[in-house]
């Protein structure tokens, strides 16, 4: 038989779901206290779910896979090392828990033009390779007016 827990410490299989439940919810851009309205619970209840405070009933689950609009094998995978949910476990740990990182992929998204998508990925891109330690040579010339910029600010828009 299992050993009984202390009641102050969430069990990890619940703080697991609930980490999952929050990084939808900012995916998504929800606040909690949207996501309780839509599920018929307070803001505070949305908090206990997502720090595993409150385990997440199975049917509740399933009502949360709807509308974050996930496969319920979202909230459990990885929860446990060795168990197979079906999910994508190429994910980098932790790269989607900074909400900057979120809101970077949803206005990433709503970029309508892809050309203009294509260059903001190639910013991106080139600014995530470059070694910011590494000392500037030519700071002089790259300033706002500097050679071969004609005296006026850079802009991606046409």
Known sequence: MPKPRPEEAPDPVDIFVGRQIRRRRLELGLSQTALGRVLGVSFQQVQKYERGDNRVAPRRLLELAKLLKVPVTYFL????????????RDREPGLLDDPRTLQLVRYYHKIDDPELRQRVFLLIKSAGSVDWNRPKSGAATARKGGPGRRGRSASLSK
Do not use: K
Request: no cysteine; glycine share 34%; hydrophobic share 25%.
């Open 77 to 88: 995978e990885g929860a446990l090392p060795g168990v197979d949910t079906g999910g994508d």
